[in-house]
């Protein structure tokens, strides 16, 4: 079964209709700059989570340009969650000025 995708508009849709977005990215990508509303997971501790994510809601899965997310995805899916990729990940986010920020104060997207 191939795994729903969303482009950024999309995602910020579905959030502000009761999704979950998850950044899978690591701690380091996460400092330079997430969606406000992301929670951190990054993909190698995914599987460590999975009762906390909730099961009647749908998870917009995101990381850098959407590879590693599409990868978070096909294996939520698998354990049953109702989930969608967000194709191009916070690089279509940023490059669509969707809501951006840092630890720093500074984002970007390398």
Same mark, same amino acid.
């Given at each position: 079964?191939?795994?729903?995708?969303?482009?950024?508009?999309?995602?910020?849709?579905?959030?502000?209709?009761?999704?979950?977005?998850?950044?899978?990215?690591?701690?380091? %990508?996460?400092?330079?700059?997430?969606?406000?509303?992301? !929670?951190?997971?990054?993909? *190698?501790?995914?599987? =460590?989570? /999975?009762?906390?994510?909730?099961?009647?809601?749908?998870?917009?899965?995101?990381?850098?340009?959407?590879?590693?997310?599409?990868?978070?995805?096909?294996?939520? %899916?698998?354990?049953?969650?109702?989930?969608?990729?967000? !194709?191009?990940?916070?690089? *279509?986010?940023?490059? =669509?000025? /969707?809501?951006?920020?840092?630890?720093?104060?500074?984002?970007?997207?390398?």
């Amino acid at each position: 079964m191939a795994i729903r995708e969303v482009d950024a508009q999309g995602a910020l849709e579905l959030l502000d209709g009761n999704a979950v977005l998850i950044d899978v990215r690591q701690p380091s %990508e996460w400092d330079a700059g997430h969606a406000p509303m992301a !929670t951190l997971i990054p993909l *190698a501790e995914l599987p =460590d989570h /999975l009762d906390e994510l909730p099961r009647d809601r749908v998870i917009v899965c995101a990381c850098r340009s959407g590879g590693r997310s599409l990868r978070a995805a096909t294996f939520l %899916e698998e354990n049953g969650f109702d989930v969608v990729n967000l !194709t191009g990940g916070m690089i *279509a986010w940023f490059g =669509d000025d /969707l809501p951006f920020e840092s630890d720093d104060g500074e984002p970007t997207i390398d």
